[in-house]
């Protein structure tokens, strides 16, 4: 009884920890009003921005504002929260890395709209099945990374012309959404266990393998078997995301200074005012891992927060450094998205060689670029490598295990990757990082197989 009792426990605090974050995302909507001056015409920028197709990389902040973007993330947040509530869903390590994907996709392409059909088709797998619905809400979760498909098919799909705020909705389009949404509900189950032996664990993004090899299909027979051009990336010239600065640094830093530091005082207050734990927290090789369950909720949440501090302070670092994208609505999404395992295996002891990875290849790229008399097109705070590195984390498992060395060649193979992987299913996978980081790890792991490298403890 006493284990059931703390199991519960553990649960309503990972639970209210979700609840939370969703409140600081509507506490953030008025301050970033006000920053942008956009007042009551959030509600009409938040219309544009549920109504337009959202293929990644669709910056929210510019389609709609920064308001209007918040304003989302809570709205998205708030459905998950109520979901998971009605459902009676265990709120584990897992569902809390769901719910980080949703609200960080929030930013660069995923809204209501297009969100509730991949949990509609879940659903009705689940029927059909004969499965409680509360046990495949995180599949749920992370189906909606094919948000963009939704939105193209509602909104634009196969050639009906993008009129920001009139949409131009159609039975075709709503059939198509709806089937669609049905079959991945009923494939992506299917799939993931295979895709998951193929990295073997190593890969904590598990669902992006499986999600993406769907994509890359579906992609194929909406788009180049029927003969259908596949679309660009919309834009909306934003006057109000001009005037208030496209890379609203200020803002973005203050709004996640305030939640991770919320994060570590509740960490630190649960764990008894104390940092019992952590140490074995970082310890572990981040293979299977969860926190929660092995060490509780206090050193859970300073790990969330010390590792967030740190994500927070490479990407500054990174725009004080180089010349790229400031704090955008996908830079503040794939924040999010970093932390998304960070009760699961993410520690900024198995992530650092990830991330040096990333730096290792930027100057082997920029000398070769200069020794032959030639500029760089890219630099780690180009949104498509900063967007990578967020979910190249997810393959500290590689640190963990093998040492630091393997995670920094794991960090450049994702790099190289990152650029390529989109192409593969139109844009209109979120879940993009994931897919990459699955397609490195089955690189990486037959290769370290081969010839016999094995797993040790301790070589970080």
Same mark, same amino acid.
């Given at each position: 009884?006493?284990?059931?009792?703390?199991?519960?426990?553990?649960?309503?605090?990972?639970?209210?920890?979700?609840?939370?974050?969703?409140?600081?995302?509507?506490?953030?909507?008025?301050?970033?009003?006000?920053?942008?001056?956009?007042?009551l015409?959030?509600?009409?920028?938040?219309?544009?921005?549920?109504?337009?197709?959202?293929?990644?990389?669709?910056?929210?902040?510019?389609l709609?504002?920064?308001?209007?973007?918040?304003?989302?993330?809570?709205?998205?947040?708030?459905?998950?929260?109520?979901?998971?509530?009605?459902?009676?869903?265990?709120?584990?390590?897992?569902?809390?890395?769901?719910?980080?994907?949703?609200?960080?996709?929030?930013?660069?392409?995923?809204?209501?709209?297009?969100?509730?059909?991949?949990?509609?088709?879940?659903?009705?797998?689940?029927?059909?099945?004969?499965?409680?619905?509360? *046990? /495949?809400?995180? @599949?749920?979760?992370?189906?909606?990374?094919?948000?963009? =498909?939704?939105?193209? $098919?509602?909104?634009? %799909?196969?050639?009906?012309?993008?009129?920001?705020?009139?949409?131009?909705?159609?039975?075709?389009?709503?059939?198509?959404?709806?089937?669609?949404?049905i079959?991945?509900?009923?494939?992506?189950?299917?799939?993931?266990?295979?895709?998951?032996?193929?990295?073997?664990?190593?890969?904590?993004?598990?669902?992006?393998?499986?999600?993406?090899?769907?994509?890359?299909?579906?992609?194929?027979?909406?788009?180049?078997?029927?003969?259908?051009?596949?679309?660009?990336?919309?834009?909306?010239?934003?006057?109000?995301?001009?005037?208030?600065? *496209? /890379?609203?640094? @200020?803002?973005?830093?203050?709004?996640?200074?305030?939640? =991770?530091?919320?994060? $570590?005082?509740?960490? %630190?207050?649960?764990?008894?005012?104390?940092?019992?734990?952590?140490?074995?927290?970082?310890?572990?090789?981040?293979?299977?891992?969860?926190?929660?369950?092995?060490?509780?909720?206090?050193?859970?949440?300073?790990?969330?927060?010390?590792?967030?501090?740190?994500?927070?302070?490479?990407?500054?670092?990174a725009?004080?450094?180089?010349?790229?994208?400031?704090?955008?609505?996908?830079?503040?999404?794939?924040?999010?998205?970093?932390?998304?395992?960070?009760?699961?295996?993410?520690?900024?002891?198995?992530?650092?060689?990830?991330?040096?990875?990333?730096?290792? @290849?930027?100057?082997?790229?920029l000398?070769?670029?200069?020794?032959?008399?030639?500029?760089?097109?890219?630099?780690?705070?180009?949104?498509?490598?900063?967007?990578?590195?967020?979910?190249a984390?997810?393959?500290?498992?590689?640190?963990?295990?093998?040492?630091?060395?393997?995670?920094?060649?794991?960090?450049?193979l994702?790099?190289?990757?990152?650029?390529?992987?989109?192409?593969?299913?139109g844009?209109?996978?979120?879940?993009?990082?994931?897919?990459?980081s699955?397609?490195?790890?089955?690189?990486?792991?037959?290769?370290?197989?081969?010839?016999?490298?094995?797993?040790?403890?301790?070589?970080?």
């Amino acid at each position: 009884m006493a284990e059931t009792t703390s199991e519960k426990r553990l649960q309503n605090a990972i639970f209210m920890y979700m609840c939370l974050f969703t409140g600081f995302f509507f506490l953030a909507i008025p301050f970033a009003c006000l920053d942008s001056g956009e007042g009551l015409d959030v509600f009409s920028h938040y219309w544009r921005l549920l109504t337009s197709p959202s293929k990644l990389i669709t910056d929210y902040f510019a389609l709609g504002s920064m308001g209007a973007t918040f304003l989302n993330a809570a709205v998205c947040g708030l459905f998950c929260n109520v979901v998971t509530w009605l459902s009676k869903a265990r709120t584990d390590s897992m569902l809390l890395a769901g719910y980080f994907l949703v609200v960080a996709h929030c930013f660069y392409g995923l809204n209501i709209i297009n969100m509730i059909p991949p949990f509609l088709g879940v659903f009705v797998y689940s029927l059909v099945m004969r499965r409680p619905f509360h *046990e /495949d809400i995180t @599949l749920a979760m992370f189906a909606t990374s094919l948000g963009p =498909f939704i939105s193209d $098919f509602l909104f634009r %799909y196969p050639n009906r012309e993008v009129v920001f705020g009139e949409p131009n909705v159609t039975l075709t389009g709503i059939l198509i959404a709806v089937s669609f949404s049905i079959l991945a509900g009923f494939l992506i189950p299917a799939l993931m266990p295979g895709t998951s032996k193929m990295h073997e664990g190593h890969n904590l993004y598990k669902a992006g393998l499986a999600i993406g090899l769907f994509g890359m299909f579906a992609h194929g027979f909406f788009y180049n078997t029927l003969d259908v051009p596949t679309p660009d990336r919309v834009y909306y010239p934003n006057d109000l995301y001009t005037m208030s600065g *496209e /890379d609203c640094i @200020l803002f973005a830093d203050v709004f996640f200074f305030v939640v =991770f530091a919320v994060t $570590f005082v509740l960490g %630190y207050l649960s764990n008894g005012k104390s940092f019992k734990h952590l140490k074995k927290l970082w310890l572990c090789d981040s293979w299977q891992d969860d926190f929660p369950e092995k060490f509780g909720i206090g050193p859970t949440l300073i790990n969330v927060a010390i590792y967030g501090f740190c994500v927070l302070l490479y990407v500054n670092a990174a725009f004080f450094l180089t010349e790229g994208v400031g704090f955008t609505g996908p830079t503040v999404g794939v924040v999010i998205a970093a932390i998304t395992f960070s009760a699961a295996g993410q520690t900024p002891r198995n992530v650092w060689p990830i991330a040096l990875g990333y730096a290792i @290849l930027y100057g082997f790229s920029l000398s070769v670029c200069a020794l032959s008399g030639r500029d760089l097109s890219w630099t780690l705070t180009t949104q498509v490598y900063i967007n990578g590195l967020a979910f190249a984390t997810g393959l500290c498992p590689f640190a963990g295990r093998y040492g630091w060395k393997v995670g920094v060649a794991a960090g450049i193979l994702h790099a190289i990757l990152c650029t390529s992987t989109a192409a593969m299913h139109g844009g209109f996978v979120l879940y993009n990082g994931g897919l990459t980081s699955g397609l490195t790890a089955m690189l990486l792991l037959p290769i370290l197989n081969f010839y016999e490298i094995k797993p040790k403890r301790g070589d970080l």
